[in-house]
């Protein structure tokens, strides 16, 4: 096995709305995408994230377009409005996540 970085098989961008942070992973090609389904997990982006993501992490697989869309609850402190974060909005949360390693 051998570590490699999501952001060599992948490209990302992710969005809020309220209290929701959304991160769709979009697969380089069709080979990374397998490994994508395989070992990107709901649970593994939840623990990426540590205590930032507080709610459920959901994940939704879009065959079609070889892409993964995570919906992250309870992730930014109450949205934007009512947050005390540095950052309360989730159009960061792409880019942290493709820093994660992947056995493969």
Do not use: P, Q
């Not at 490699?4 to 090609?29: E, F, H, P, Q, Y």
């Not at 109450?78 to 056995?103: V, Y």
Request: aromatic fraction near 6%; proline fraction near 0%; hydrophobic fraction near 40%.
């Amino acid at each position: 096995m051998k570590k490699i970085k999501l952001i060599d098989i992948a490209s990302a961008r992710s969005g809020d709305k309220n209290n929701i942070c959304n991160i769709g992973v979009m697969a380089k090609t069709k080979e990374d995408y397998s490994i994508l389904k395989e070992k990107l997990s709901a649970e593994r982006v939840k623990a990426h994230f540590g205590n930032l993501i507080k709610g459920k992490v959901i994940r939704y697989e879009w065959d079609a377009l070889e892409s993964l869309n995570f919906v992250c609850h309870e992730a930014l402190d109450g949205g934007a409005s009512r947050s005390l974060r540095i950052d309360t909005l989730g159009k960061n949360f792409s880019s942290h996540l493709l820093r994660m390693e992947l056995e493969v």
